[in-house]
């Protein structure tokens, strides 16, 4: 017996399915109708106007068996349009500038048209629904219809207490197969040495992602002049070139201006998309923050309120121990390899085979897999801890986890390199280590973040698709299809990891690869691979993620700053210990460690004067926000005069009142 799913088929052609949201099988019937009532009632009612679902009615979750709650949730295109000008959405205008869109002034905006459905993208649609969910506030309820205990307050995030009280289980957004089907067309199906279609990327996924691939793409590229330089280091006899001086003064150079030149390519970008000139909203809380209940002094709303000096005590009596604690821990696995890497070394000269000789790379491959694993659970730790920190805004959460674990990596991954550069000073140990760990480490992250995930992913599709044929249902139902298998994908947990990777990477090319000139090499194969791996997680994978407007890759690009700067005081140590320089100085070494130091300090002056003299955005895109904040600032003033003319003539003539007259 085939079942159709009438429920798809009888939707307003009006009705656009965008969002998805699962509740628990549990849920009271009494909380679905609340729920729904509150998505569907009008904005001055407390609502947010959108157009709400179920994805089978009752009488077809009987016929197939589904317990499943599954909601779809979409918005009409006033709603749309609407919407987009209480994020503050930015696009172009006829005339050529980037404005905050309004509805008023909607036939003003380049590609807008009354009867045209394409002018805001699908990942812009799905955005201004997860606002408007998100900004379902509460009103006089002071608990969640059938759950006592899911308290509310007035001005409390209803989306958010139904996440933390696990009646929500789950928003995402849908994917649009067909245009994901040309995205990935243009993006990586074809093997190809190409530019990634950065703005097609930004459509479908948003400025975060976009951003993420077009520095990948950018460090990628940027990495090719070191790989060149490096080979010929590589492949000649190394004695015969002044390789630290020559190569290290190079990548201080370029470590410093690849990272200037980006933050102008990436102004340029996100001016195009609208991001730059987008305002900042007020940060709302963050679902885990808890407190006492109270009225925030800025919004005047009622929300938890959590002392400040409490969070310091938890940072700086348990977060700060339990940190150094780990990097202890890893500073004494290090010394394990070192004591592994002497016996391997000498088992080899006893024996002296060509089996013994590969004997010499094991302990480099297994303190390899040991810093991935410490790096991994390191990273649960530090989520964990910095959640229990309980800060209030998303913003100082990701920071202090940023922080937490860029310290720990760091010191992981390079503690053994500064140990063998320069406390054993022996090169070609550390050329070998800086080798085994980058190659250890790329293949592990491929395997890990890629190449597993996906075969779990087709592995989970084919038991969907079984499931889904054995019901015999319609071709109709094809919605119902695609929801049952994006609902089980994996959620993307955000570009963190993928920064990361590329953070120590640059860390390996810029801190020791005078050692090893081959590092930058490895790294242009591993990141042309990376492109494809990354693009075909996100398509395929993974979950749609929501749209996110950013204006830059933000602390990312602080941590490779500090990276570079630490970079120069590598490089001019591994200078000052090159055969070629203590050649020129046999006696005085003092003589020689005080030049070296004020070189170091020259270099840093002259990276800062580099960084200066680079303007962080290009010259038109500061005029084209100069003209702007002048409009904005005209526009406002005229609105005052406008305002204060109405005042004028509102008033009694003579200056009498009322009543005196």
Not at 58 to 67: F, I, R, V
Not at 162 to 176: A, E, N, W
Not at 209 to 231: D, K, N, Q, S, V
Not at 488 to 509: A, H, I, P, R
């Amino acid at each position: 017996m085939k079942v159709t799913l009438s429920a798809v088929d009888t939707y307003e052609t009006s009705f656009t399915p965008l969002v998805v949201i699962e509740l628990a099988q549990d849920v009271k019937e009494e909380t679905k109708e609340w729920l729904k009532s509150r998505i569907v009632a009008k904005k001055k009612d407390g609502g947010a106007q959108l157009l709400f679902r179920p994805l089978l009615n009752k009488q077809e979750k009987e016929t197939l068996g589904n317990k499943e709650n599954l909601y779809l949730v979409g918005a009409s295109g006033l709603r749309l349009l609407l919407g987009a000008e209480a994020v503050g959405l930015v696009r172009e205008c006829t005339d050529g500038t980037m404005r905050a869109f309004t509805y008023d002034t909607r036939r003003s905006f380049r590609g807008f048209h009354d009867d045209n459905d394409d002018f805001l993208t699908m990942a812009e649609c799905q955005f201004i629904v997860k606002h408007e969910l998100e900004n379902l506030r509460a009103r006089e309820e002071r608990m969640i219809p059938g759950y006592p205990h899911a308290k509310l307050y007035p001005g409390k995030s209803i989306l958010r207490r139904l996440l933390t009280s696990g009646i929500v289980l789950q928003v995402f957004p849908l994917h649009d197969h067909e245009a994901l089907r040309k995205l990935e067309d243009a993006w990586y199906t074809r093997f190809s040495l190409h530019y990634q279609p950065i703005d097609s990327i930004r459509s479908y996924f948003g400025e975060t992602i976009a951003l993420y691939f077009g520095f990948l793409e950018y460090f990628t590229f940027a990495l090719i002049p070191m790989a060149i330089i490096g080979l010929p280091y590589y492949l000649f006899v190394w004695e015969d070139y002044d390789k630290y001086v020559v190569f290290a003064s190079f990548n201080l150079t370029w470590s410093t201006v690849i990272l200037e030149v980006w933050k102008r390519s990436c102004a340029d970008m996100t001016y195009r998309w609208g991001t730059l000139v987008m305002k900042r909203q007020f940060e709302e809380p963050r679902p885990g923050f808890h407190g006492v209940l109270g009225v925030n002094p800025v919004t005047g709303r009622e929300e938890p309120l959590y002392p400040s000096y409490k969070r310091q005590l938890r940072i700086y009596l348990v977060s700060l121990p339990f940190v150094c604690l780990c990097l202890y821990f890893s500073l004494y696995i290090m010394m394990i390899y070192f004591d592994l890497e002497d016996w391997a070394l000498s088992v080899h000269q006893e024996s002296g085979t060509e089996w013994t000789g590969v004997l010499l790379y094991v302990p480099s491959v297994i303190y390899a897999i040991v810093i991935e694993i410490m790096n991994r659970l390191y990273r649960c730790a530090a989520e964990f801890l910095t959640a229990w920190e309980n800060h209030r805004l998303e913003s100082a959460y990701q920071n202090h986890l940023v922080l937490k674990v860029l310290v720990f990596n760091f010191l992981n991954c390079f503690a053994s390199l500064f140990y063998i550069a320069f406390v054993l000073k022996d090169m070609k140990l550390l050329g070998q280590s800086l080798a085994t760990l980058l190659i250890t480490s790329q293949v592990i992250n491929q395997i890990l973040e890629s190449l597993l995930p996906y075969w779990l992913q087709k592995k989970h599709s084919m038991k969907v698709k079984r499931k889904v044929q054995a019901l015999k249902v319609d071709m109709d139902a094809s919605l119902y299809k695609q929801v049952l298998l994006e609902k089980e994908m994996g959620t993307y947990l955000g570009t963190f990891d993928d920064y990361l990777e590329l953070f120590l990477q640059f860390g390996y090319v810029s801190l020791f690869s005078c050692v090893y000139p081959l590092a930058a090499a490895f790294a242009v194969l591993n990141n042309f691979t990376e492109v494809s791996s990354d693009a075909l997680k996100m398509c395929r994978v993974f979950k749609r993620p929501f749209s996110e407007p950013s204006a830059s890759i933000g602390v990312w690009q602080l941590a490779f700053e500090t990276m570079s700067v630490i970079s120069v005081v590598t490089n001019c140590a591994l200078i000052g210990m090159s055969p070629q320089v203590n050649a020129v100085f046999p006696e005085s070494k003092t003589e020689l460690v005080l030049i070296v130091v004020a070189v170091e300090h020259a270099l840093l002056a002259l990276k800062f004067i580099l960084a200066f003299a680079i303007p962080d955005k290009p010259r038109h895109i500061q005029v084209k926000l100069a003209r702007l904040e002048f409009e904005s600032l005209e526009a406002l003033k005229q609105q005052h005069m406008k305002l204060a003319a109405e005042s004028l003539k509102e008033e009694p003539r003579g200056g009498k009142t009322e009543t005196g007259a």
